[in-house]
């Protein structure tokens, strides 16, 4: 059994608190083409406060991270499908498929390979080591002008309006430099080498986005340094 306490009261467990800087309007419940809340990078807190949601800085960060390994030359699977992610690996070639089968992918009690970008942040049989907490805005609500803009949804085929879609977006106020914070908790098994990729790519994230738009805004970050072997 998992006690949740257990999670983060182990000593071998690495925090690094974070901090996301946004630079312009925060459209709240954005991406609103998301069905479900859970859907939604940004949300507010039952009391209120604007949170943007870990999943969306884990998706974030996992992109920005793949990108680093490729260019590095490790050799890493293709996310988000899990057909395509290792263990599985549907559709490489088998070139592709030699080159993952290397002695670094290798994890304990497995004797599949897992690549670099899985053992960090997991698939669908090797757990995450890496686990991120929501980000809370520092600012009160009620310290917190809220902003309302209107808005269309537009017929592309047809360059016309669409009926009835007029609608309100609510934002936070703009250039308001929110300051979202948070942990990052490394587990005991993360892979030690990667460190310097998480920080790495924590520098490459300049924009938060939705599941299917580009409009949550530009962020900045600031994080304690922490220790690279
Ligand atoms: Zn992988």
New binding site residues.
Partial sequence: MIYLQDLFSNPAIETISITAVIDTALCVGADSSSETLTEQPIVRTADNKLLIRASQIKRCLRHECEKIARGLGWP??QSSNAKT??PQRTGFSEEEAKGLEREEYRVPNDNRY??L??QMFG?STLPSQIIFDDLICEKEPENLSEVLHPNVTINCDRCTLKDKKHYLLETSPANAKLRFKGDIHLQPDFPPDAKAIILAGLHQINALRGSKSARLGWVQWEFKRFCLK
Wanted: with cysteine.
């Fill in positions: 890493i699977c992610m290792c897992h690549c970008i899985c698939n």
